[in-house]
């Protein structure tokens, strides 16, 4: 029961804190810290995964080891690439079924036939000159980060609750940068102020602030743009309008640009050799390169053979694609200059994307985007940091919760290390002919994450970090040597044979275990000094 | 020339984190400079808008401005790093390694 003495103090500490004048700075405090907090777990993972997806053709290579890299330079649809590709579609051509066919470019060196749709896709992967095919093993290579990065892997035909999760945080985040701005009063005078050496919560918070004003621009924009890529879903009043709310309906017109062209009867026939279209989309499209084919048969009629462009031609992807009909050969969707709202969404969609600039570009967006998780990392763990230091006048309930964010940060930040680089090793250890081989590597990496997370619980934050990175930087680092003993390929050899891509691949893996070593190293020992003070005054407490 | 877009860069950023020197409680943990701050806020400014220069003759302008401010914030992250390790002399000797780096790339 509330004596009326306590009554009376809580009523005058009610009026007191009403008569207080509005702080914006304060309040905005509160905002950063709290919005950072609940949307910083979550930014980690989507920055630390969006950072790899920069690189996913790569790290896919990587993962499918039987695909071998060809000595030659034979990009695009040259004519032995067509004359390799037309000899399998005579073989396996399916007039039936969708198919793709996808020209070898920088970033992807083999040629790639697909048939099927959604859920049921069959691809063949072979060399563009000779034809052999290769059997890459089964997984979802870099594609697994992709989805982790924008939907949180949460199946999108079922639901899309993962676009929303997603979306939320990265409001959030922007909300938390302008914030952030504001309440850093002398944000350009102590720009390059970082000092390492001083006491930790003025070592982290300055080491925060340079991550995050530097990266600033970038984050903004990647978050602005990432935002923006779904805006059919965060703002749906356009398809509310127009199709009645209905996602499904709106997705597929959007995507039936090639069936519903042209009008007229098309009349059914053998289809012309993919040569014929290549060379009329060439004349349609001088300045770009020809990526893909994708054939969609129609309905009482030949096929619709729409060619595409190659996408790195600039931020707005205009690169465009002509339409043909498969039997005559007679342009049934021609290339059509986009609207500016196309355009415009275009220029969103290439600015987050990054198909653009080359490998330069893509390393820029690589060391920013994980400059981005560095920021929210650093952000995370100095609410803990901070909240060591006054600990004498927190309650029970609040050193609890000081606590569990600890520990939920080591099974966020160390634990996500952790369970990608068990989705390399388990790319390597598991059989190649495994039943369901792709959904074992992700089960891995979930049951890793998980496992970290319980070992945080179990360990304490000290001792998790020290444990969870160090082990993530001892099979970062032999990760090379795994792939020798299973592959007989490693670095050395990818350097051999003129393979840059998987070489920088598991250059970077390397380098990223270093610094999961020096992190854990640096982490273990702040973490001891916190976790001691939080257990020790939990201990009083309880006793 | 990205690489001489990133070194000229980081060399304004130099320049610039040089001039705040004069004041201790501006980076009170560097070793100040007597070059005076005008002619380094000079120095830093045209070597930023040479790294932009360079960024507008790889890329068209809609990349060459993208690139430029990714290659700013990737080098201005560098800066403070190596002047957060060696407030001391060795930031000078990597600033100046920089700048002839940029130099002969650029040449």
Known sequence: MVSNDQGAGVAAAASAEQSKPFNATASLTRLHTWFGLTAGWLLFVIFFTGSLTVFAPEITLWMQPEVSVPSHSELGATPRTLQTAEAFWADKGQSDARAMVRFPDTRNPDLRISFGGRGDIKTYAMDPLTGVQFEPRDTMGAQFFRALHYRLNIDRRSNEIGFWIVGLATAMMLAVLISGVIIHKRIFRELFVFRSRSAYPRAWLDGHTALGVFALPFLFVIGFTGL????????????????????????????????????????????????????????????????????????????????????????????????????????????????????????????????????AMHWLYFVLGLVGAGTMATGLVMFTVKRSARID????????????????????????????????????????????????????????????LLHAYLRGAAMAWREQLGLAALMACSLPVLN???????????AADGDWQRFSVELVVVAMGVGAAAAAIKLGNISAAAESTFQRRNVEALT | MIAAAFCLA???????????????????????????????RIFGTLALLASLWVCLSIWPIDEGIVAW???????????????????????????????????????
């Open chain 1, 228 to 359: 923006a890529y779904f805006y059919f879903l965060y703002m749906p009043a356009g398809v509310s309008a127009l199709f009645d709310g209905d996602q499904a309906a709106f997705r597929q017109s959007m995507s039936q640009s090639a069936q519903g062209g042209g009008g007229g009867k098309r009349e059914a026939g053998a289809m012309l050799p993919l040569s014929t279209f290549v060379e009329k989309a060439e004349a349609a499209m001088p300045r770009s390169e020809m990526a893909s084919i994708r054939i969609t048969p129609s309905k009482g009629g030949a096929s619709v053979v729409e060619v595409r462009g190659s996408r790195d031609v600039g931020i707005v992807r205009d690169a465009g694609r002509v339409a043909f009909d498969g039997a005559s050969g007679d342009i049934v969707q021609p290339l059509a200059a986009p609207l500016p709202a196309e355009r415009l969404q275009s220029f969103v969609v290439g600015l987050h994307l990054a198909w653009f600039g080359g490998y």
């Open chain 1, 393 to 452: 006048r927190a309650s029970r309930a609040d050193r609890l919760w000081w606590l569990a964010v600890g520990r939920i940060n080591v099974a966020v930040i160390a634990g996500l290390a952790l369970a990608s680089i068990s989705y390399l090793w388990a790319n390597r250890v598991l059989a190649v002919g495994l039943e369901e081989r792709a959904m074992f590597e992700i089960r891995i990496f979930f049951v890793v994450w998980v496992a970290a």
């Open chain 1, 484 to 494: 020798w003993m299973t592959m007989r390929q490693w670095a050395g050899t990818y």
């Open chain 2, 10 to 40: 980081y060399c304004g950023l130099s320049g610039l984190a040089a001039s705040q020197t004069h004041r201790k409680r501006d980076i009170p943990h560097v070793v100040a400079t007597r070059i005076p701050s005008w002619l380094l």
């Open chain 2, 69 to 107: 401010i990714l290659v700013a914030a990737t080098s201005g992250i560098a800066v403070v790093g190596v002047l957060s390790l060696a407030p001391g002399g060795f930031w000078w000797f990597l600033s100046l390694a920089a700048i002839a780096g940029g130099a002969a790339l650029g040449l």
